[in-house]
């Protein structure tokens, strides 16, 4: 089944429902920053964030310093944002 990349009424549409997202400069994906107490609880969320990206078969690009991670969605099988990354991202926001 192939993945379709959202058109840009959907972009924007989807990215109004989605609290902290915000589009990524300089590609078509979305990112949001995570500020957690320590070290031990960015990792906590970034291992329930790994079990919900495995489930879901869709892997984020991320970064991690201390207490904050960066997370980055994309599809790169659709060459940008596609349905995919909301569902994750929201996923991700009930966490």
Do not use: C, Y
């Amino acid at each position: 089944m192939s993945v379709v990349q959202l058109t840009d009424e959907e972009r924007s549409t989807w990215l109004s429902t989605l609290e902290g997202w915000e589009m990524a400069e300089g590609k078509d994906a979305i990112q949001r920053t995570f500020e957690f107490g320590d070290f031990i609880e960015a990792w906590g969320f970034m291992s329930r964030v790994a079990i919900l990206a495995e489930k879901q078969d869709h892997h984020p690009e991320w970064f991690n310093v201390f207490n904050r991670v960066e997370i980055t969605l994309t599809t790169h099988d659709a060459d940008g944002l596609s349905l995919r990354d909301v569902h994750l991202a929201k996923a991700i926001n009930a966490l």
